[in-house]
């Protein structure tokens, strides 16, 4: 437990006039070259040594949030860059700011969910309601459905796949999701499917990515999606465009110019 009196250190980084270290790893002699970008991230948030297999599903997991098209992240990157080209970093930061609870990050919600399930007494009586209740409250149970994907999101079952052939992961997340997975269909009355962001929770879970800063994995993979953009933005913009259309498809319904 941290002491609330006690002065602020940091162990994620120290340099000498001729050194520099990330944690307690000489960058120049034991990173670079060395180790993958995957690696040294997963290093530096956990604070421990990664196994081989945190990093496939962490590179797996990177790779599934990196894109989803025409989202509102990219689009807001595209109007931003249209707006200030000289500001990269700016177009990129718009879109990460769109990073939430409703879009990409979502996964952080419903970690919360599996958290519970997990330490029930009774997982299942405690995944049946959480069910009932979002259904009482009208509202999706983070994690499920998908406008886009129907009747399964095929991402997150492939992701789900691929954690359940690892022998090194407990599987405590991945069960606990399925439970609420039955539980959901359950109370719907019909199948209701797990999404990516869904899949992504159980699974950073089963390689201990505290759910609290899970949302900070969606932000680094979306921002490798939103330079993307960026470039596409310069090589074809559609800036001006989507700001035509969204003028030309919302009508002023006011008095004024009349």
Not at 96 to 123: K, Q, W
Not at 143 to 153: E, T
Not at 188 to 197: E, H
Request: overall charge negative; hydrophobic content about 45%; aromatic content about 4%.
């Amino acid at each position: 437990m941290n002491d609330k009196n006690a002065a602020p250190v940091t162990r994620l980084c120290t340099h000498t006039l001729t050194s520099l270290h990330y944690r307690d790893a000489d960058l120049v002699q034991d990173l670079m070259g060395r180790k993958t970008f995957t690696e040294v991230m997963l290093m530096q948030i956990l604070g421990r040594t990664p196994r081989p297999v945190d990093m496939r599903i962490t590179d797996v997991v990177l790779i599934v949030l990196m894109e989803h098209g025409l989202t509102p992240s990219a689009i807001a990157t595209r109007l931003i860059y249209m707006s200030a080209p000289e500001n990269l970093q700016g177009a990129v930061s718009a879109g990460l700011l769109a990073v939430g609870s409703s879009f990409v990050g979502t996964m952080e919600n419903c970690s919360r969910l599996l958290d519970r399930i997990m330490a029930a007494e009774d997982p299942q009586a405690e995944a049946a309601a959480i069910a009932r209740h979002h259904k009482a409250q009208k509202s999706a149970v983070p994690g499920f459905g998908h406008h886009l994907h129907k009747p399964v999101d095929p991402r997150a079952y492939k992701l789900l796949e691929l954690g359940r052939v690892e022998p090194e992961l407990a599987g405590g997340h991945i069960r606990a999701l399925e439970l609420l997975s039955a539980a959901v269909d359950e109370a719907a009355g019909r199948p209701i499917t797990i999404n990516a962001t869904g899949a992504v929770a159980a699974l950073l879970g089963e390689i201990g990515v505290p759910t609290g800063v899970m949302r900070g994995f969606a932000v680094i993979s979306r921002a490798a999606g939103l330079v993307a953009h960026i470039v596409e933005e310069q090589q074809s913009p559609s800036g001006r465009f989507i700001w035509d259309t969204v003028e030309h498809a919302i009508p002023y319904v006011g008095e004024g110019g009349r």
